[in-house]
């Protein structure tokens, strides 16, 4: 069936370092893979998205990697700062009308 | 100023009651979609529609009701049906293009219901 699935749920790192979260799919056909970030009471917003053609996409400090043999994703943060803290989700896009998204992570940087 | 408004942004009703919530968007995006967004369990797809006038269920349409009279419009009604309505309401909405090309959906600030 129509399956993301996200890890971890929780990720604590200090200031500075980086940050993965990964994600796996469960339709082969899958073709478009955004994250978006959450804050606290808003809705969420995209920050990096990648298709199907492509295995890496970079902005600025935010990577995207993208394996379809073994159908998963991953984001990488690097140099984290205590604004990136927030809640993240994974999704891909189902039978190319609906996107399925992961159960998120909570990402906290501390100072 | 471009973007999806929703109101209200925290919604009290009794049990048993219905109630709508709005999502207006002018984008000019053709597809509108409902969310529901409860802790530890991102968003489940409720509704969505595609074009004026059609709409699909999601994976957790029963006690749900949808309309798309107009493009810039998709109101929600939480029905008595619903057993446990309490949780966050998410409108998105994106441009369909090219058939088999994905676009960014762009999201409302949301609504929060609480059933008391």
């Known amino acids: 069936g129509e399956n993301v699935e996200q890890h971890p749920s929780t990720l604590s790192v200090q200031e500075g370092d980086s940050a993965v979260i990964k994600c796996t799919y469960s339709?082969?056909?899958?073709?478009?893979f955004p994250w978006y970030k959450q804050e606290l009471g808003k809705g969420p917003q995209l920050i990096i998205d990648?298709?199907?053609?492509?295995g890496e996409k970079k902005d600025q400090r935010i990577a995207v990697t993208l394996n379809k043999t073994a159908k998963h994703f991953s984001l990488h943060i690097t140099e984290t700062q205590p604004e990136d803290s927030a809640v993240y989700f994974c999704?891909?896009?189902?039978?190319?009308?609906?996107?399925?998204f992961g159960t998120g992570t909570r990402l906290q940087v501390f100072p | 100023d471009g973007g999806i408004t929703q109101s209200p942004k925290y919604l009290f009703r009794k049990e048993g009651q219905n109630v709508t919530l709005s999502c207006e968007q002018n984008?000019?995006?053709?597809?509108m979609y409902w969310y529901r967004q409860d802790p530890g369990q991102g968003l489940r797809l409720i509704y969505y529609?595609?074009?004026?006038?059609?709409?699909q269920k999601g994976d957790i349409a029963e006690g749900y009701s949808v309309s798309r009279e107009k493009k810039e419009s998709f109101p929600l009604t939480v029905t008595s049906a619903q057993k446990n309505p309490t949780a966050f309401y998410l409108c998105?909405?994106?441009?369909?293009?090219?058939?088999?090309?994905?676009?960014?959906?762009?999201f409302g600030p949301g609504t929060r219901l609480t059933v008391l």
């Open positions: 998105a909405s994106t441009y369909s293009g090219l058939a088999g090309v994905y676009n960014e959906q762009f």
């Open positions: 339709d082969s056909a899958s073709n478009y």
């Open positions: 529609s595609q074009i004026v006038n059609d709409f």
């Open positions: 990648i298709r199907s053609n492509v």
């Open positions: 999704a891909a896009i189902f039978n190319t009308d609906k996107l399925i």
């Open positions: 984008l000019n995006h053709d597809a």
